[in-house]
């Protein structure tokens, strides 16, 4: 069991227990709410870690955030280039003990010297620190997603202001973020698209983007989905784009139906939805198109039963050197699906 902090609307906190797989999962959770990993550089979060280093007297400073199995940094200052990598595992890192801790005083430590931390590639023996300070960043629902951490290559401690002050700067991390999550919410409302309520095609893209980034650092495996409603504009013409807007948000609701809580799926415009599928293979991307294709066969339309066909690719390194070509050999595998006859699949690998 762990215990999580959290605040009440009065401003007073309690303790709650759970179970540690899901206090984990939940705290994972919040930290992908804030949708911040993997982006670049941001005035307000360098200036944290300048102003931690500069308080604290130390040699450098990192803004860290706790994924499953890695720390990424969002912001760091002072490594120069010591340390050009944009994260590290989070085993042995005391960041990670940070969170797990994330009580009122910061965690200090000797990473040289503290069997905990020494085998950590960056933060441990290896980097010649002899001093971690962090302080844990606390959301206002009471989970620990990262820390503010301060670092010299001098054995030495924070005084007691010193220490108020790196925890007065993790909460304006945190700030930071949760400012960050509103505008993007904010901004959310212009890329949504008002018949079917997904995101629109912009939207799409710009998260496309952001997953790319990801799986060209990381690897895995990242599918596309290209969907078209089979003879859409033969049915507004028909029907009236009333009943054809009806028909698009049972299409979206049924298709929803089909994935999973990381996918993303949007309406890019007429009868045409795509989806995103982080860590998804060819075999598994094929399963949930094949399920999408089936379950809108089998809706109960208003007026006329409508079918998709729906074209599928699965990113390669080396194959795919941009979103858009990932894009493109799905819209081509939708173009064979048509082809053969439509209401039904085509995974292109080329």
Known sequence: ?????????????????????????????????????????????DAITELAACICGTQASLISLVD??????????GFDGDCDCD????????????????????LQADPAGDPRFAAHPA?????????YAGA????????????????????RSLSSRQQQALRLLAAQAVAQLELRRANALL????????????????????????????????????????????HFKHFNDVHGHSLGDEALQQAARGLEGELRGHDVLAHCGAGEFSVLMPS??????????????????????????????????VAAHGADVEPSALSRRAHRGLTHAKAQGRNCVELCLE
């Not at 499953?68 to 200052?77: E, I």
């Not at 994260?87 to 910061?106: F, K, M, N, W, Y």
Request: charged residues 20%; hydrophobic residues 45%.
């Open 68 to 77: 499953r199995d890695r720390l990424w940094f969002k912001a760091r200052t």
């Open 1 to 45: 069991m762990t215990e999580v902090l959290t605040e009440t609307a009065a401003g007073s906190r309690w303790c709650a227990t759970m179970p540690l797989a899901e206090a984990e999962s939940q705290r994972l959770a919040a930290l992908y709410r804030y949708g911040v990993l993997e982006t670049g550089a941001e005035p307000a979060f």
């Open 187 to 230: 901004d959310l409302q212009g890329n949504t698209d008002e018949v079917t309520g997904l995101w629109n095609r912009s939207a799409f893209e710009r998260r496309l983007a952001q997953e790319w980034a990801r799986w060209s650092r990381h690897g895995g495996s990242l599918a596309l989905l290209a969907i078209d409603l089979d």
């Open 123 to 131: 933060l441990g023996a290896a980097g010649g620190w002899r001093l």
């Open 136 to 155: 844990p960043l606390v959301t206002p629902q009471g989970w620990a997603v990262g820390s503010l951490c301060v670092l010299d290559r001098a054995s």
């Open 87 to 106: 994260s590290a595992p989070r085993t042995h890192a005391p960041c990670a003990q940070v969170i797990e801790l994330a009580g009122d005083r910061p």
């Open 280 to 313: 998804t293979d060819p075999g598994g991307a094929l399963a949930v198109a094949e399920r999408m294709r089936s379950a809108l066969a089998a809706l109960p339309w208003a007026v006329e039963p409508l079918t998709a066909s729906i074209g599928v690719a």
